[in-house]
Antibody
């Protein structure tokens, strides 16, 4: 079964850090371009960033609100993509989804940034 | 950045109605447009890719059209299970890959 499973969400104070994981199964992860998308409570979808496959250069792109604070990485041997979030702000509170090509999505993990 | 403007932001229709949602891009994006359906508490699901291609398993009552800057998502005969929020998304130029603001469909 093709599947993405996120983990690592939780409650963190402003200025804190959190690392999200997204574990893939059921498809060839090595070839996949992986994206993170977030959704603040009651709001629409917001693209966070994307990492290409290593064979396609491994380029990483970020949305302006998270550039310089968030880092996307991948370990192909573990079929996992990560989202390292530093200097978190209250406006980063959202459900974070990983997806590949917009076709396969994880269930989402909630990140709450609050004092 | 390319801005995606969806309209209406919400609509109410009856079972069996034909429903059309529009999405306008701030610049030419050719046909690099996806449509998603999202139900409360769930991840988005891909409905249409490349503006007009139906994703595997999506009912044929869904269709997409348009190119350039103007796009439509049409539900030919609204069903109760179609109650959801629908989003367009451009992937012509990134970063960023931008979504429309969403259209909430109610019965």
């Amino acid at each position: 079964e093709v599947q993405l499973v996120e983990s690592g969400g939780g409650l963190v104070k402003p200025g804190g850090t959190l690392r999200l994981s997204c574990a893939a199964s059921g498809f060839i992860f090595t070839n996949a371009w992986m994206s993170w998308v977030r959704q603040a409570p009651g709001k629409g979808l917001e693209w966070v960033g994307r990492i290409k496959s290593k064979t396609d250069g491994g380029t990483i792109d970020y949305a302006a609100p998270v550039k310089g604070r968030f880092t996307i990485s991948r370990i192909d041997s573990k079929s996992t993509v990560y989202l390292q979030m530093n200097s978190l702000k209250t406006e980063d509170t959202a459900v974070y989804y990983c997806n590949t090509a917009g076709i396969v999505w994880g269930q989402g993990t909630l990140v709450t940034v609050s004092s | 950045d390319i801005q995606m403007t969806q309209s209406p932001s919400s609509l109410s229709a009856s079972v069996g109605d034909r429903v059309t949602i529009t999405c306008q891009a701030s610049q030419d994006i050719s046909n690099y447009l996806n449509w998603y359906q999202q139900k409360p508490g769930k991840a988005p699901k891909l409905l249409i890719y490349d503006a007009s291609n139906l994703h595997t398993g999506v009912p044929s009552r869904f269709s997409g059209s348009g190119s350039g800057t103007d796009f439509n998502l049409t539900i030919s005969s609204l069903q109760p299970e179609d109650i959801a929020t629908y989003y367009c998304q451009q992937y012509d130029a990134l970063p960023p890959l931008t979504f429309g603001g969403g259209t909430k469909v109610e019965i």
